[in-house]
């Protein structure tokens, strides 16, 4: 029963998660907070091994996510119950598309979708600096190693010339480092 939930709730995850994989993070919180399958530092270190792994990210963190729930069939369940609505939807959107390419409605459809993926996402990043920053609870106040981290970062990959044109695995790794360095 367990696999049919997974498989379930990532099915949903995959079908209403427009704007690809940090779309999907607001998806994540929501399984974490009912389903008690992973907390949220959990899905914080998920975005941290998903954002440094090669793949897409919904679908690294449905495949991590499923792991550590109910271990390679898990894994398996999940990542299958997040890509299966995609792949419904691209078939039938790449059947229909190019007959209603200039449809008003199509194309309005498709304007009122991207505002839907940037607040998506943007609440998908709110939650996660809440996550880095307060330690998930305002509460606990603010950790000053991360904002540090956060600002250096910020500061060598676009305001500093000769840094920028560094390829993100450096700060990737980078950032890895300090995190060992500094105990994060």
């Known amino acids: 029963m367990l696999y049919v939930k997974l498989f379930w709730e990532f099915f949903q995850t995959g079908l209403f998660a427009v704007g690809g994989?940090?779309?999907?993070?607001?998806?994540?919180?929501?399984?974490?907070?009912?389903?008690?399958?992973?907390?949220?530092?959990?899905?914080?270190?998920?975005?941290?091994?998903?954002?440094s792994t090669p793949g897409a990210i919904g679908v690294n963190m449905a495949t991590y996510s499923g792991y550590i729930t109910a271990g390679i069939p898990g894994a398996l369940t999940s990542t299958l119950g997040l890509i299966t609505p995609?792949?419904?939807?691209?078939?039938?959107?790449?059947?229909?598309?190019?007959?209603?390419?200039?449809?008003?409605?199509?194309?309005?459809?498709?304007?009122?979708?991207?505002?839907?993926?940037?607040?998506?996402?943007?609440?998908?990043?709110?939650?996660?600096?809440?996550?880095?920053?307060?330690?998930?609870?305002f509460s606990n106040g603010l950790s000053i190693k991360p904002l540090v981290?956060?600002?250096?970062?910020?500061?060598?990959?676009?305001?500093?010339?000769?840094t920028k044109k560094l390829h993100p695995v450096t700060w990737i790794f980078f950032a890895a480092i300090m995190g060992i360095i500094f105990e994060f």
């Open 21 to 51: 994989g940090m779309a999907t993070l607001p998806f994540l919180y929501d399984i974490s907070d009912r389903t008690g399958w992973y907390t949220h530092q959990q899905l914080a270190d998920m975005i941290a091994v998903s954002e």
């Open 86 to 137: 995609s792949i419904i939807v691209i078939l039938l959107v790449a059947a229909f598309l190019n007959a209603f390419h200039e449809n008003k409605y199509v194309n309005g459809a498709f304007y009122g979708l991207r505002p839907a993926s940037a607040a998506m996402i943007t609440a998908a990043g709110l939650i996660l600096a809440r996550v880095v920053f307060f330690g998930g609870d």
């Open 149 to 162: 981290l956060a600002c250096v970062l910020l500061v060598f990959t676009h305001i500093i010339s000769f």
